[in-house]
């Protein structure tokens, strides 16, 4: 483990007792200690909902407990997990039998901490579903686009590292921001991307934060706005590329692959499709803990980080070549969709 990892991980300490506590609480290493056992089969014996008990255990394999011995794509319950040797034994010896209910008093309302068991079982949710899609109003749609602009800075800086790469030769090129905020970043990479003219799709509810941005930057005709759902519509044509830059891992499997099928589809030979996020590796498990626990109250949003490979997978299913990936504070996936 690298000493960031480490940290991340001593920082998230309570949470992670939270977590370990209430898997003990609930008799879930018990049934794990043997394994492997599929999710579905956890979720039917202890009566808890699959999507949020799929965010726990991934809490738990993030701190080394329980391992993931299998998975059908798509098919969340039939993910298999068992629990490493002896994490029964050691979290009694740690922590003792005692339930979480002794600190619910310590705790807000709000927070999970110390209800983890009554979230599992569907008893209790973030207040108000905090991170409803779409969001309802106004208000809602500028307080999400700017929390997801706050934290551009590592893609904005993995983008910059990889201009050469990503827009040389490319003449005038016309990238689609698929799910791309209210044009932070796109408005911050078109400094260092001469020819490059970048669309964002959105709602139609962001349409006045990308033109506000736009405005703000000075970006003129190279930041345009393109209104649609791009879970009901087809993605729009006449672009070279696509990017999708923390979308897709906010959707399960199956949506993630259809969005890639419309990429696929709406670009014509040559294009290519990029998609930068978090992904799953050794180093990032600590920080994928941190999500993984606070959207177990959370069944709107799946925020499932993914492997680089599960990508490629989806990738090469529906039509696409040339799978490279590009480095970085967070990666870039390029890929190429080839002649027919």
């Excluded at 078109?190 to 703000?216: C, F, H, S």
């Excluded at 589809?265 to 996020?277: Q, S």
């Excluded at 990738?315 to 970085?328: H, N, Q, S, T």
Aim: hydrophobic share 45%.
């Amino acid at each position: 483990m690298t000493p960031r990892a480490l940290m991340s991980l001593l920082f998230n300490g309570t949470k992670a007792i939270d977590v370990l506590q209430t898997a003990l609480d609930l008799g879930l290493l018990d049934a794990l200690e043997p394994g492997p056992v599929r999710l579905g089969d956890l979720s039917e014996r202890f009566e808890l909902v699959p999507l949020r008990l799929y965010k726990l255990l991934d809490c738990l394999e993030c701190i080394g407990l329980v391992e993931r011995v299998s998975q059908t794509p798509g098919e969340l319950c039939d993910v298999g997990y068992r629990a490493i040797a002896g994490t029964r034994l050691a979290a009694l010896e740690v922590l003792g039998p005692t339930s979480i209910e002794r600190d619910r008093d310590r705790y807000p309302w709000a927070s999970l901490h110390g209800r983890l068991a009554e979230t599992l079982r569907g008893d209790f949710s973030m207040p108000g579903e905090a991170f409803s899609w779409p969001p309802a109003d106004e208000t809602q749609v500028t307080a999400f686009e700017r929390s997801m602009a706050a934290g551009l800075g590592p893609f904005i800086e993995t983008f910059q590292a990889n201009a050469e790469r990503l827009w040389r030769d490319r003449g005038n090129l016309r990238l689609l921001d698929v799910g791309g905020g209210d044009g932070t970043l796109a408005a911050r990479l078109l400094p260092g991307a001469p020819g490059v003219m970048i669309d964002v799709y959105n709602l139609p509810a962001v349409q006045p934060l990308v033109n506000k941005v736009r405005d703000e930057h000075d970006c003129a005709d190279r930041l345009g706005f393109v209104g649609g759902d791009f879970l009901a519509e087809p993605l729009p044509t006449a672009y070279d590329a696509m990017s999708f830059v923390r979308v897709l891992h906010d959707w399960p499997a199956p949506v993630a692959l259809t969005l890639l099928q419309k990429t696929f589809d709406a670009l014509d030979t040559g294009g290519r499709v990029m998609i930068c996020e978090e992904f799953r590796n050794a180093d990032r498990l600590a920080k994928q803990f941190f999500w993984s626990y606070f959207l177990i109250g959370v069944d709107s949003c799946s925020s499932m980080l993914r492997d680089v490979e599960q990508y490629a997978d989806m990738l090469m299913a529906v039509g696409f070549a040339d799978i490279e990936v590009l480095p970085g504070p967070v990666e870039i996936i390029v890929a190429t969709k080839p002649s027919a």
